[in-house]
């Protein structure tokens, strides 16, 4: 396995975002991970590449990352790319293209080829706010791609687009896990989720409430429950009783500026 | 007396402390802007009341009016509070309402701005001669315990403390207060509930306009009035409000009197015992609660989204060799040619560019802030008079080590400082710059004391690079081409930075930490690095300007210089090497000041002017002079580059719609950004 | 009737596209209407543009028959529009009777009035409303803009994060103030089948447009539809099959 969460857990105060959260991942997969809003997606990304304190073990490869910090985690191959981008505009494609290569040589030509690969080589001196929204989320798999990363962890890549291009995503995304490399995708389109995944996790309330084969997951009874809403029939699901049952309560701005407190 | 004499002493300053602090906190939860000027306002309506009851004259910004008669004490405080009021108005209404979303930086350097253009003001309009003012509280002494006490003390030190009381019970208690508090903390929510954050901000501003003023007043008596004698009292107050977080007006107030009475105290203890160090340690106790309050509860602290952490762009460095050769060859043309006086304003221009280039790469490249460099500068200086003056170093090797002197303070400072973020950084540099200059600049053992220091003149292989010749020829044009060789040198070495993976990697950090750390990038470090760079050129700076003076005081390298180089480098553009070029003419005695004083005869309002700029530019173009040249260039760039991306449409990324997604939406909001 | 809310070829967006695209509906007095669709169809954007918290780029909004004037908050409010934000908008560090006060609940009885609603608040009034579960917060957020007595409720992902159990209780008293105080409530809504049992009438967005709508009966009929704007066809036509 190339990676292998075992009950993570991460608390906001006395919330509990991620509860005994056990993940793998294994090399040349995509494994997809999907949930409703506030399901604790994008704290496990966190917690995976050291955004958030996290407790419980966390293997990559055959080593133990706990404790690592997040620019470690990058260099071991642990790459996330994130649901607001976080593009640096100050500088050119290029230039960000760069960031992500570091300082290995060679760094020009396979930053013009990345930007040829994504369709952005016209663009190569521009800087991100000029690009489209389109083009800026395809800017951050570029620069992603450029750490050579073994796991890429994409959060949303498709947030923003339509479902053309959303769709038209699933084959670079495919083809991400070539050999060694992986690719864990968070999404809320569920078509481009159970269309490239060999395995998909649902999150529920900081829970994995199901996982398996994109067929299996999609018609488990418990997915449906937590998009869906439970049906007054009263479908029960047992995420409804346990204490952690407000889990994605907490405030999402909230949230969000713990996780940025965090950041190393 | 006693040490509890000292004490009770020591309420006085408590009291404005006190005061100030209140003020602070008032405002910062009310509009998230640490508000610098406090002293500064507060100065000019006492002197403002000086004059009233001296004379029956109220000075204004702008003209006076004469009443006549000596008024009343009661009529000239209403007199005074009443402008106190208007006039805290405006400077909120003008200055720091359209902020409201603005970068941390902006806020900061505005609120330097309007520190400097009041205290500049009431040079202008009160000049520096040192007041006095009747007593207003009654001042028999008082036994205590076989002590003597003043009992004006404990009088200011009530008032202090009732306005304080009044002030937590107002926000505790009343709905508007609690609105205010709300609307601070989140201010979309405010709106919601229909009430109107901006306004709520103006009353807050108000009450601390009201309460610094009126405390000022009252302690005018027991002190020495003179320009700039209470502006940098905000330091101690700063470290107050810190006690109360920024948000308790009652705690903040308290320790505003106990740091008054603690420092005294401390005075007392340095009389009574020769082995304590005899300077600085009043100032150093601030910064120390300062650097403490940071460490320990800097994380706690509100502050306000960290989402809008952003700078202007920094453009990407390429050189264009015609237009600096070009400039080069004018300079160097130029140098032999102008008058003394323009030649000096040069050489001034070209020691204070190197010095902007240590903010460009600090601030402009990392994102940190820095109320400091002037501080660094200075230890190099004075370093160099030691080693030079006194260790009879050489030339190549006496700078050099200063410039390590810098260095090594500046990564002193800076690993502290990577704890802390945005308006914390300000304060605390702020408190830093004042405790160097109190605890070393001034110290006498240090620096040879009000005499100075001296700095023996450049000389290599014999031939003198020095600025002083013989009688006649002041400044020397050799130390000028010197000057000239050194800036260019370093702002080349700024611009390669900026283009050097190094520079990328500056820039990304402050662009995003955690897409950084995410790309591998140990901020920590590069943010090390930036420091150490920032404050070699400040070190280089410093033994320029070292060099440039000859004799060194403290005055050289107050803190005020700091304020000044960060006016000036922001002025120019904080983001570019151009802007420090620009800046560096800018700063107190380049060629913009000689310009001042020798073709529109203004040069006494320079600083007044130059502060005004600076809030202008604040407020309306984060990059700067250098920037606006950009600003107009690069929308039609942009529009150039739209239109190819919309002609050739790539497989995946068409021209897309930005739809409402997580990422748009729920967090950008630029109409209740400041929530 | 006249409608208590009516939203006409409403446009709004961020940047330089359009998020949502001539958008109407119409809110009787007494009316709950959800508001449904996937993230980022448009859903919470329509709601800001209501309140004028984003501007409107085209289309107009009136409240009881009168025209709101474009992007101003306060006449917003002040026409009678209360809205509960999707973060809640809670003042996080101001005690459940300080929140409530600042929105006018000040004395005993204007309380008893909130507590009425909303018992389980009384035992936290003087907890800092930060502390509170989501449940809770939710509670103290529907409580605070109840309490200014809108004619139209606007609620943005109502049941994020919160167990079934208190969303039930929640559309509760959404219910109650519907016809005992004839307040209008729109309801964006992410759970569907909570919104269906929820709403009178429901309004499908995609793509920042309104595709489908019908009163709760009528949606209910068209599930594998409505599953589709959520799940995607995969998931629905497995579940449909």
New interface residues.
Partial sequence: MLLRAEGVGVAF???RALDEVTMSVAAGEVVGLIG???AGKTTFIDAV???VLATGTIHFGDQQIQGL???RR??LGL??????????????LT?NV???H??RPGGRQEAAALLDR???A??AG??P???????Q??LALA??LA?RPRLLLLD?PA?????R?SA??AD?IRAMATGERAVLLID????LV??VCDRVYVLE?GRVIAAGG??EV??SAA??AA??????DGADHD???HDG??????????R??ER??K?? | MDFLSFVILGLGSGAIYAAFATGIVLVHRASGVIHFGFGATALFGVLQYADLRRHGILVLPVGHIDLGTEPSVALCVLLVLAHALLFTLLIYLLCFAPLHAAPPLARVVASVGVMLAVQALIVARFGSAPRSVAAILPNKPVTVLGATLPRDRLYLAAVALLFAAALHLWSTRTRFGKATRGAAENEKAAILLGLRPRWLAAVSWLLAGAVVTVVGILIAPTTSLEAGSFTLLIVPALGAALVGRLSSVAVAAVAGLVLGGLQSGLLYLTREFSWLPQNGLKQGLPFLLVVLMLMVAGRRLPGRGTAQDRLPPAPAGRLRPVPIAAAVAAAAIGLPLLSSQWRLGMITSGVAAVLCLSLVVLTGFVGQISLAQMSLAGVAGFTLSKVTADGGVPFPVGPLIAVLAATALGLLVAVPALRVRGLHLAVVTLAAAVAIEEFIFKNPKVTGGLSGSTVPQPEIFGFSLGIRGGAEDFPRVTFGYFVLVVTVATALAVAALRRHELGRRMLAVRGSERAAAAAGINAARVKLTGAAISSALAGVGGTLLAYQQGQLSYASYSTFTSLGLLVAVYLGGITSVSGALLGGTLYSGGLVSVALHEWAGLGDYETLILSIGLIIVAIRSPDGLAGLTRQRLTPRLRQLARRTTTTESIAVAEPIAVRESTTTTKEVNPHVAAG | MTAALAVTSLSAGYGSAPVIRGISFEVLPGEIVALLGRNGAGKTTTLLAISGLVRARAGEVSVGGKVLPAHHPRAVTRAGVGHVPEERALFANLSVRDNLAVAGARRAHDLRRVLELFPELERLLDRRSGLLSGGEQQMLALARAVYQRPKVLLVDEMSLGLAPKICQRLVGVLRRLATEQGMAVVLVEQHLFLALEAADRAYVLHRGEITLSGTRAELAERRAELEAAYLGSVTAGATAA
């Fill in positions: 105060g006395g919330v409703p809003n506030g590449t050291g955004f910090p997040a620019h990058a260099a790459v996330r790319t994130f649901q607001h981008l976080e593009l640096f505009d100050d500088l050119s230039e760069l960031i992500g570091g300082r994504f369709g952005l016209d663009h521009a800087c706010p000029d690009l489209s929204h389109g083009q989320r395809l620069r992603a750490s949303e947030a923003g687009l339509d479902s291009e038209a995503l670079p809320h389109d569920v078509d159970f269309s309330f994109p067929a999609s018609a997915v449906r998009y869906l809403g439970t049906a007054g995420s409804a009783d049952a407000e889990a994605g309560g907490v405030d999402p701005d909230e969000q500026s940025q407190e950041s190393p």
